[in-house]
Each structure stands twice: as structure tokens, then as C-alpha cells.
């Protein structure tokens, strides 16, 4: 799901290439037939590495930057998936070129963004998420808030967090990762109304996660509705068995 997502996402970008500028009188970056290949390439690229075959997917990114070496998103691409091969050197080469080729393009910067924060380096990650959600023709900058949250939490900025997952869900409320997180936040608050709104709305949305269960069991725990607390309990042993969180219910560790 996550390769499908950050290669939908790359594609989103390809497809709002902004086309040729003036510059002195002379037209920079027309797109020729080159970059149409460079791009072609780039697009089928994306769809390979979605549906998990790195190598034809590096084939068609190679293909794509014979016909155009300066074109970025082809270079984003292969950020990512020598990222998804463990590859991280050449994934933050590649990145590091898309980047130079086009600074302040939002997709690029999303998913390097994403990267460093793989990678450890979440503190650092946050600048690109934020660069990204700077542009004014980013379509989807609540994805980047929620990113810049989840990895805000991993280093224990919860109010950092909690506000990007706010912003996050004034821009698209139903975005799946901040109505979770946000819901977490809130249980830890001890505001378990707020908390069991946000984790219902996620699990209506998406099948529910071993984690989605565990916060709503948990919740209904604390409120003392033990109807509601066996419904979530017997879910998440049925789907879950194996679970760090169904563990945790057979020990009776709640939190």
C-alpha cells in the first residue's frame, strides 16, 4: 500500500509538469520528444514499482533518463525505489538530483522528506514536508502535514505532531493516518470522546489495523463499556491473532 501510494503520488506529479517558460525572449524547458519519452517512461515506472517489480522498474527509469537526463521526477523515482531496495546511498543520490533539478517541487520533496525519516533522520525530514506544503500549487499538502506529524511523533514532539495532524484534518478530513495518530493523542490526553470520534471515522474509512482495534478497545476500556470493549477484543484476536496488540490484550496490559 505504501508503494502504491508514494508512486500515485509521483504520478500526480508528473502529470502537473508546468510546461514551457519564457525567460529573455527564449522559451526554457520546452518539453520536446525527449522529455515525453522521459516522462512516458517515468509514468510506467511508477505503475511497476506499485505493483512491487523493482527491476522493470529501474529498466524504465533507465529507458527514461537516456531520453532526458534532466528530468527530475525520473530521479525521484529512482529515490524511491532504491529506497524501497534498501539502497539508501543511491536513494539520496537520486533524491538529492531531483532536488537539484527542481527545488521547490512539492512531490520530490514530500517523498525525500519521507525518506530521511525512514532513515533516522525525522528531525531533518520535517523542512522538506514543509517546503512541499509551501507551494501553491501542491494538490494534496495534507498528506505532507500528516507525514510531518507521524514524524514529528517518532521523536516525541507530540504538540508539533498534534498540529500537523490538526491542519492535516482541516484540509482533507478524512485523512486516514491523522485521524489515528490524532486519536491517539487524545486518548493519552484522557479525552476519549474526541479519541473514539477519530478512531471510529478511521476504521469506517479503511479495514480496520491491528492498532486501529487496539486504541478503540482501549478506549472503551476506560469508559467501562465492556459491551463494546469484547466486540473490539474479539475483532482484534480474529483478524489479528499474532499481534504485538493482541499480545498485549492476552497479558491484559492497557496501556
Known amino acids: 500500500m505504501r508503494r502504491i501510494f508514494l508512486a500515485l503520488l509521483l504520478l500526480a506529479g508528473c502529470a502537473g509538469d508546468p510546461g514551457p517558460t519564457r525567460e529573455s525572449g527564449q522559451i526554457v524547458g520546452e518539453i520536446g520528444e525527449p522529455r515525453n519519452r522521459a516522462r512516458l517512461h517515468t509514468e510506467l515506472a511508477a505503475l511497476y514499482f506499485g505493483r512491487g517489480n523493482m527491476t522493470v522498474a529501474l529498466d524504465e527509469l533507465r529507458t527514461a533518463v537516456r531520453a532526458d537526463s534532466n528530468y527530475a521526477p525520473a ?10 531496495l534498501r539502497e539508501n546511498r543511491l536513494a ?5 538530483r531531483a532536488l537539484r533539478l527542481s527545488p521547490n517541487e512539492p512531490d520530490i520533496n514530500h517523498n525525500y522528506g519521507w525518506f530521511l525519516c525512514q532513515s533516522a533522520r525525522e528531525a531533518d525530514s520535517i523542512r522538506y514536508f514543509l517546503q512541499a506544503i509551501r ?10 502535514y500528516s507525514a510531518a506529524g507521524v514524524c514529528s511523533m517518532r521523536i516525541d514532539k507530540a504538540k508539533d505532531a498534534e498540529e500537523f495532524f490538526l491542519r492535516a484534518l482541516r484540509q482533507e478530513p478524512d485523512e486516514p493516518a491523522s485521524l489515528l495518530q490524532l486519536g491517539q493523542i487524545r486518548y493519552r490526553q484522557g479525552s476519549l470522546d474526541e479519541a473514539r470520534k477519530l478512531v471510529s471515522r478511521y476504521n469506517k474509512l479503511l479495514t480496520p489495523s491491528s492498532e486501529s482495534l487496539w486504541l478503540a478497545l482501549r478506549i472503551e476500556h476506560k469508559l467501562g ?29 492497557f496501556d
Open 75 to 84: 530521479h525521484s523515482m529512482f529515490g524511491l525505489v532504491y529506497m524501497e
Open 92 to 96: 539520496e543520490d537520486s533524491f538529492e
Open 135 to 144: 507551494n501553491p500549487l501542491y494538490t494534496t499538502p495534507w498528506r505532507s
Open 225 to 253: 463499556q465492556r459491551v463494546a470493549e469484547r466486540n473490539f477484543a474479539t475483532e482484534l484476536r480474529r483478524r489479528y491473532p499474532d499481534s504485538k496488540e493482541a499480545q498485549a490484550l492476552q497479558r491484559g496490559q
